[in-house]
């Protein structure tokens, strides 16, 4: 099974430009989760969803959206991109939004913002 | 509110030598922890995770940690380290839902 795909692999943007990061899962799962990392932070939490037709903010929303149309597809986008956006993004999904649900990751999107 | 802090950025071994990531949190409830591996150039996979069930937890390659409520800790371990567990590893505690993770410990292994 794929399990969660994520693209692009990677990109380079100019600041200014909008973008949208793709994720789409093939697991059914309920929950979805985008991540940024960034060295020496870890991963921190940006947006969620715990369910089709409904999001969250995370730790560090801001310049960020998301949609959650159907249950498979959770894209990212950047409306204006700025060069502290350069990071490692990561989409995850977990079967549902509980306390101690194992959450799944996809390979990552790697952005640099010039 | 929960939190997690890994002691150690970066660990060295040697090949065959006892691995030990720690990892200790904070939290205001009976807390889920996790321990997940990141390759390089890869997404993060799931090595183990406390559920409340056993204290001791077995995960995937060899590695193992113990939850110590006294000791609010969670360390990884792994009697012998192998060339193919140079990776970057998360601890996280699972908090309303979300995963608060750790800085991140970055493990070499030295033949």
């Known amino acids: 099974t794929a399990g969660i795909t994520q693209a692009p692999t990677s990109q380079i943007l100019a600041a200014g430009r909008s973008m949208t990061l793709r994720c789409t899962q093939d697991m059914r799962h309920n929950a979805m989760y985008w991540y940024r990392q960034d060295l020496g932070l870890g991963l921190r939490l940006i947006h969620y969803s715990n369910t089709a037709g409904t999001t969250g903010k995370g730790e560090v929303p801001d310049g960020y959206s998301v949609s959650r149309a159907n249950t498979d597809d959770f894209p990212l986008t950047l409306a204006s991109a700025v060069p502290s956006q350069t990071s490692v993004y990561f989409c995850?999904?977990?079967?549902?939004?509980?306390?101690?649900?194992?959450?799944?990751f996809g390979p990552g999107t790697r952005l640099l913002v010039l | 509110a929960q939190s997690v802090t890994q002691l150690g950025s970066h660990v060295s071994v040697s090949e065959g030598a006892l691995v030990l990531l720690r990892c200790n949190y904070s939290?205001?409830?009976?807390?889920?922890l996790f321990w997940y591996v990141q390759y390089p150039n890869q997404g993060l996979q799931l090595l183990l995770k406390y559920t409340s069930a056993a204290t001791l937890v077995k995960g995937i390659n060899g590695f193992e940690a113990e939850f110590k409520k006294s000791e609010t800790s969670f360390h990884l371990t792994k009697p012998s380290a192998h060339m193919s567990d140079a990776a970057e590893y998360f601890c996280?505690?699972?908090?309303?839902?979300?995963?608060?993770f750790g800085q991140g410990t970055e493990l070499s292994v030295k033949p």
């Open positions: 995850a999904s977990s079967d549902e939004a509980g306390h101690g649900e194992t959450q799944y």
């Open positions: 939290s205001s409830v009976p807390p889920y």
């Open positions: 996280a505690v699972s908090g309303r839902g979300k995963l608060i």
